[in-house]
């Protein structure tokens, strides 16, 4: 429900549209296949995708192009066709114990809030969790997350501004072992004013934990911004690039009529799909589902 609410801008924009499209036509004729496959651009599919899906439409056979929940569910197929084995699951209580997950993306995309969320989820299901404010030169991102942490009633490890990242990020392992720590959840910088200094920054965080243990990070998340559209294309091209994101994140999808961006991202990308943001309360981050999802933007 919460879902579909979100992506109402996204699912508004096709629906209404793909709707008037056929209100008028008997048939999915080639005009009107044309309009649907601008409809899939608008939305930022991208022309290869849409054309793919403008493709299957074409060959369905519907009574009457009027009966328009036959052919939204149509559409909602296609899209969802698009995405199958782009999903992935997160699941850090299923995992090895404590369970290490980075946050990379650029600064505003969204991974303070993501991971205050995840905390507040994991403590409220009886997990021992610790937030790491790795992102060590924005004083205010590091108050923000303790601002999260203190909310979540999830414990809170941070430097003085200028610290070393790694360090730190090493040091929480090594405290959260000790500890008894289900889950460790590390924030890391997200300047991109200088590409290769951020990447050998978080390379250097990779390189740290994994001298406490060659299988952590267990899992680092790359958090992208929908509403900046095929922006976050390219901020995947540059994060995926570095082979260590092992899913994404898509956040602010309630912010954005073209939440169809996701689709062309999660082809694109190596790593699946496996967390949506659709607002900015906790309840608003759901496990990434192809078919929930294509059924939502469609409305
Ligand atoms: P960071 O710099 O990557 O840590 O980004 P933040 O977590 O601080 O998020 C930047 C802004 O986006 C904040 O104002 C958040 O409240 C907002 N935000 C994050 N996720 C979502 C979302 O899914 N929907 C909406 N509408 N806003 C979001």
Redesign the pocket.
Known sequence: QRLTQGLSRTSQNLTESVTQVFQQKESLDDAALEELEDLLVESDLGPQIAATIAGKMAQQKFNSAKDSNAVRAALAEALADELVGHEGTFEPLAGPRPYVVLFV?V????????LGKIAAKLVKSGAKVLIVAGDTFRAA?VE?LKVWAERAGADFMGRKTGADAAGLAYDSFIRAKAEGYDVVLIDTA?RLQNKQALMDELLKVVRVIKKVDPEAPHETLL?LDATVGRNALSQEQIFGRQAFVSGLVM?????TARGGILIPIAKASDAPIKLI????DIE?LHDFKARDFARSMVG
């Open positions: 993306g600064n505003g995309s969204g991974k303070t809030t993501t991102a923000q997200g958090v956040t602010k999808l309630d912010g943001g659709v607002g900015e608003d």
